[in-house]
């Protein structure tokens, strides 16, 4: 069925954190897990490319990540290798789905996704993306549907996109 099988992380969402740091993860994307054949187990660690956001993924995923690290450097003892396997692999944390659908995110990842009260939900097929949805919006490069997208996603729980509550 390609793209259009609801084993891929499409869409988007917003949800708070809670006062315990629980986060409910969206149906659509526990979905996509279980038709994975991944169990209640969600990997998150840093986002790609550097972006400031969490990267969450089951273990499918992670074959295929260390298959494109592999092919990126082989069996070098280039410095970098081993950066980029600390990074994707050093810095990932495996964290259950409680039967509510929510994960616990500890301070670890909270402070490294720089999240705070709320996260913006991105699919990305293989994987998704958890933002703090302020910082989303100050990226300069995102395009302007996208940005009138999260506004009103904001808007709609009465939150201000341009002013992010203090903690």
Same mark, same amino acid.
């Given at each position: ?5 609801? /084993?891929? $992380? ?11 740091? =629980? ?12 038709? =994975? ?33 592999? /092919? ?9 290798? $081993?950066? *980029? ?35 913006? $939900? ?5 994987? $998704? *993306? ?8 100050? =990226? ?16 709609? =729980? ?10």
């Amino acid at each position: 069925m390609g793209l259009l099988s609801n /084993e891929y $992380f499409l869409g988007f969402g917003l949800n708070a954190v809670d006062a315990k740091s =629980r986060l409910s993860i969206p149906a659509d994307y526990r979905d996509a897990l279980g038709a =994975r054949g991944s169990d209640k187990s969600l990997y998150i660690g840093p986002g790609h490319g550097g972006a400031d956001c969490l990267l969450a993924y089951d273990k499918r995923y992670i074959s295929q990540a260390a298959r494109e690290h592999v /092919e990126r450097f082989g069996s070098t003892s280039e410095r970098a290798r $081993f950066d *980029e396997a600390g990074l994707l692999f050093g810095s990932a944390a495996n964290v259950k789905i409680d039967d509510a659908g929510r994960i616990v995110l500890s301070t670890a990842m909270k402070s490294l996704g720089d999240i705070g009260s709320h996260v913006w $939900f991105v699919g990305g097929l293989e994987w $998704f *993306e958890m933002w703090n949805p302020w910082r989303y919006l100050a =990226r300069s490069d995102l395009d302007l549907r996208i940005a009138r997208l999260v506004r009103a996603e904001m808007a709609a =729980r009465g939150l201000d996109p341009d002013k992010e509550p203090s903690a």
